[in-house]
């Protein structure tokens, strides 16, 4: 069976356009990790990096290592994704944050489905014994229903994205929506770059931000 790459076969999930579109995003399975602070600068965001990559290279890699999960098939391993908010204040991207260290965020990476609560236990048993300095208590499964959003492709520096954010906006408002920033829902960064190997103005990010219908 060819290896499975989501990134190609959900393209208008990772790779939409500069322009802005409506997507329904479906549920999916993610491991988390909560934290907060400066990302540029916080020991906790550069752990919850660590700690997503050690559980999702340990269940990708399982079938090479004795560690048989039902109903596993080869995929491309899914890129890091980050729900944001900010402590005083909803966070809704039209600006940049001045104070980085307000930043709440949910640092996750999707699983394919065959990912249960049982697999999510056995990957934590290997690492406990591969890399006992981790603290596995930080990170949990989760299924994540984001539902109805305006997203688009936004191209360059972090703190740039309040132009692509202005656009989806009104690009929302032109559909018949508005922005749904509150209970739960939050400002979404997918990111398709490393920025530890990717100048800023090259970094690909994709935004986006639920919607609900006009009142």
């Given at each position: 069976?060819?290896?499975?790459?989501?990134?190609?076969?959900?393209?208008?999930?990772?790779?939409?356009?500069t322009?802005?579109g409506?997507?329904?995003?479906?549920?999916?399975?993610?491991?988390?990790?909560?934290?907060?602070?400066?990302p540029?600068t916080?020991?906790?965001?550069a752990?919850s990096?660590?700690l997503?990559?050690?559980?999702?290279?340990?269940?990708?890699?399982?079938?090479?290592?004795?560690?048989?999960?039902?109903?596993?098939?080869?995929?491309?391993?899914?890129?890091?994704?980050?729900?944001?908010?900010?402590?005083?204040a909803?966070?809704?991207?039209?600006?940049?944050?001045?104070?980085k260290?307000?930043?709440?965020w949910t640092?996750?990476i999707?699983?394919?489905?065959?990912?249960?609560?049982?697999?999510?236990?056995?990957?934590?048993?290997?690492?406990?014994?591969?890399?006992?300095?981790?603290?596995?208590?930080?990170?949990?499964?989760?299924?994540f229903?984001?539902?109805?959003?305006?997203?688009?492709?936004?191209?360059?520096?972090?703190?740039?994205?309040?132009?692509?954010?202005?656009?989806?906006?009104?690009?929302?408002?032109?559909?018949?929506?508005?922005?749904?920033i509150?209970?739960g829902?939050?400002?979404h960064e997918?990111?398709?770059?490393?920025p530890?190997?990717?100048?800023?103005?090259?970094?690909?990010?994709?935004?986006?931000?639920?919607?609900?219908?006009?009142?």
């Amino acid at each position: 069976m060819p290896t499975l790459d989501f990134k190609k076969t959900q393209r208008s999930l990772y790779r939409p356009s500069t322009t802005p579109g409506i997507v329904d995003v479906p549920p999916m399975t993610f491991i988390m990790v909560d934290g907060a602070g400066d990302p540029n600068t916080s020991a906790d965001y550069a752990a919850s990096i660590e700690l997503l990559y050690s559980f999702s290279y340990t269940i990708k890699m399982s079938h090479k290592s004795g560690f048989p999960i039902p109903g596993f098939y080869d995929y491309v391993l899914l890129p890091l994704e980050g729900l944001w908010d900010v402590a005083d204040a909803t966070f809704v991207g039209g600006v940049p944050v001045a104070d980085k260290s307000l930043l709440r965020w949910t640092s996750m990476i999707r699983q394919p489905e065959f990912v249960t609560t049982e697999v999510f236990e056995l990957a934590k048993a290997k690492l406990v014994a591969k890399k006992p300095c981790l603290d596995l208590s930080l990170a949990r499964l989760e299924q994540f229903s984001e539902g109805l959003c305006v997203q688009a492709m936004h191209l360059g520096p972090f703190d740039d994205e309040p132009a692509t954010i202005s656009r989806m906006d009104a690009y929302a408002v032109e559909q018949g929506y508005r922005p749904d920033i509150a209970n739960g829902r939050r400002h979404h960064e997918i990111y398709l770059s490393d920025p530890r190997r990717t100048v800023p103005e090259k970094l690909k990010t994709v935004v986006r931000h639920p919607i609900a219908p006009l009142d």
